[in-house]
């Protein structure tokens, strides 16, 4: 009762209240003699007493902390904040929620309200979602507690230390009818155009030395009366280069369930590509042009790759004024097909694309340019022509990287790369050969 | 802070426990008015009564400010000038009614206005409101006590009652002021 309070807590209005009124009326009774104004008084006398008596010395602990730092857009995880009282002086706790830029709570609930020694740990916890990918700096909750009757508050408000939460791009669904093979080495789960040890059935050829004996087809050798072997496809991997152009924002994200910026429908698609060839055993590579901080991943296959390359496009943070270091992507390995996902509007990209299919490199261009975006004010004639300058400065490099041999598609989701990817392979047809 | 956790800066509707709060504020209010009035022997003042009717309904709509306390004055103001017995059992309905209207001031601004209260948090306000009001029927049974023994005129008595309220004061101590930073640990 003598010791001062805490730092931090201040007397709230209803202390105040309490302790003024219980005085002053209290003094009234004994100086007018009604004692039924002490009758009165006596609630207030009550909160007042309570009040002072058990107000808090020391300042609770507060930690917050969020379930899953990182995962994928859309996905929701939640925000927990734990509250130490180890000298039981707080009684009733709100915990305010208060939303970032692309991280938002679930449903209408943003706030928490517990009486803190008589209620779980769980209701203190709040669903949030990121709705964009990217790397997300969420502010604290706010935190208020009281104590008894209300008479002290203390309000924690820490914005030094904001917790970051690494939202994952959310692939599109992604899936490729034809092989889009060209890699040359002998491992990995695609067909090799050559024959040689693997999985898939490439036909039926007489004995030779050196053939494994397990690979002798019986039916065959007792029908013609000479060993005869089934041959095979030699399994191989293949090496994938992504590239993704960040020059360029067209459109304002909506978010996770908005509208897609051309920003948003890159890094969607790269991601589905590179947990489509992940998934196939390929070595994936990856280059971001033009962002902040634009990051190189030499290819390597498996998933801890893939985990990084979603890490590294959740990174990409488009800039005002992009810088071109002029580097051409690295890690190319002879072979590679290049996948650039753009919505070509920035010569630097142009010239890299063109440069790198002059190289002997097959290059695919995906045109991420929203399809449904338009002028954010069309009764404006002056950004109606300026607009109208953009499309046609596009259109003329749409036209100049075509004429290169690399060709453009629109991002269409599953299947967009059969149309472009399937011709090559036509050439290595499966085959069956009996002698 | 407190503005925004009263008047729902942050959350724009009234949740189901706040909105039984602030009618609760608006009830007691209304029913020291009431009492008063039942209980009066002289004419009231209108003018009192005109500000304890502003001031609830001001407190119901600001619960975490100083108003409350004026309209806690003003009610027993009122009843001072309206009511001549001491021992009038009509002032533990008052007290009854004050209790009810402190409480309820002093619950409904300890969270943002839109949220729904715990069980548990129910039941320890329920149960102080029912000890402060219990507290006023204990008080007047000793009033009657002291009355019933002629005590109110003993100048020890007075005294003595002036020296508890004096050391009582005494020991609330200064408050402290929360700055701009001071939400910050020591």
């Avoid at chain 1, 925000?79 to 180890?86: F, I, K, L, Q």
């Avoid at chain 2, 409480?103 to 039941?123: D, E, K, N, Y």
């Amino acid at each position: 009762m003598t010791a001062s309070p805490a730092i931090g807590w201040t007397p709230t209005p209803a202390l105040v209240r309490s302790v003024l009124g219980a005085l002053v009326l209290a003094a009234a009774a004994v100086l007018a003699r009604r004692p039924d104004v002490l009758v009165i008084a006596t609630p207030l006398v009550v909160a007042a007493v309570w009040a002072v008596v058990t107000r808090p010395t020391v300042l609770p602990e507060v930690s917050q902390s969020v379930g899953h730092p990182t995962l994928h857009e859309g996905e929701a995880t939640t925000w927990r904040t734990a509250v130490a009282d180890p000298h039981r002086q707080v009684e009733d706790l709100a915990v305010v929620f208060e939303p970032s830029a692309w991280v938002e709570h679930i449903g209408s609930v943003d706030t928490r309200v517990v009486a803190l020694h008589d209620d779980s740990d769980q209701d203190l916890a709040i669903a949030v979602r990121p709705t964009r990918w990217g790397r997300h700096r969420i502010k604290p909750a706010l935190v208020v507690a009281s104590s008894a009757w209300n008479g002290y508050r203390w309000v924690h408000r820490r914005t030094s230390d904001p917790i970051e939460l690494l939202a994952l791009p959310r692939p599109y669904l992604f899936d490729a009818a034809n092989e889009v093979t060209h890699a040359r080495g002998l491992v990995g789960n695609s067909r090799s155009p050559r024959p040689g040890a693997g999985s898939e059935f490439e036909g039926v050829r007489t004995f030779a030395p050196g053939d494994r004996l397990r690979r002798i087809h019986w039916p065959e050798s007792l029908r013609t009366g000479t060993l005869h072997v089934t041959t095979s496809w030699a399994d191989e991997d293949q090496s994938v280069l992504l590239l993704v152009d960040a020059f360029d924002e067209i459109g304002h994200s909506g978010g996770v369930d908005g509208f897609a910026s051309s920003l948003d429908i890159a890094t969607r698609a790269a991601a589905a590509m590179a947990e489509f060839h992940t998934k196939q055993g390929d070595r994936v590579a990856l280059v971001t042009v033009g962002g902040l901080g634009a990051r190189r991943l030499a290819p390597r296959s498996g998933y801890p790759h893939l985990r990084r390359l979603l890490q590294v496009l959740a990174e990409i943070e488009p800039v005002n004024a992009p810088y071109d270091d002029g580097r051409m992507p690295g890690h190319v390995e002879a072979g590679a097909r290049v996948v650039a996902f753009s919505p070509l509007l920035s010569p630097a990209t142009l010239r890299r694309l063109t440069t790198l299919a002059g190289r002997g490199f097959s290059v695919v261009a995906i045109d991420c340019f929203p399809p449904d975006i338009t002028i954010s004010d069309p009764g404006d004639p002056y950004a109606q022509i300026a607009w109208r300058i953009e499309l046609l400065k596009r259109e003329r490099h749409l036209r100049a990287i075509r004429a290169t041999g690399v060709p453009v598609v629109a991002w269409n989701g599953r299947g967009s790369l059969d149309l472009v990817l399937g011709g090559p392979r036509r050439a290595h047809s499966r085959r069956v050969r009996f002698p | 802070m407190s503005a925004n956790l009263s008047t729902g800066a942050i959350s724009p509707t009234f949740g189901h426990d706040q909105a039984l709060l602030r009618a609760a504020i608006v009830v007691g209010g209304m029913f020291c008015l009431l009492i008063i009035r039942v209980a009066s022997t002289n004419n009231p003042i209108v003018a009192i009564e005109v500000a304890i009717l502003l001031g609830t309904l001001l407190s119901a709509a600001a619960p975490d400010s100083h108003v409350g306390l004026l309209v806690t004055l003003f009610i027993v103001v009122d009843w001072i000038t309206s009511v001549e017995g001491r021992t009038s059992p009509w002032a533990m309905a008052v007290a009854a009614s004050l209790a009810l209207f402190h409480t309820s001031m002093a619950a409904s601004s300890i969270a943002p206005r839109a949220r729904t209260w715990t069980p548990a948090m129910r039941r320890r306000w329920a149960g102080r409101l029912l000890v402060a009001a219990a507290a006023g029927v204990a008080t007047w049974l000793v009033v009657v006590l002291i009355q019933h023994l002629s005590l109110g005129t003993n100048h020890m008595v007075v005294t003595t009652g002036l020296l508890t309220l004096a050391v009582a004061a005494s020991r609330v101590g200064p408050s402290r002021r929360l700055g701009p930073n001071d939400d910050v640990r020591p």
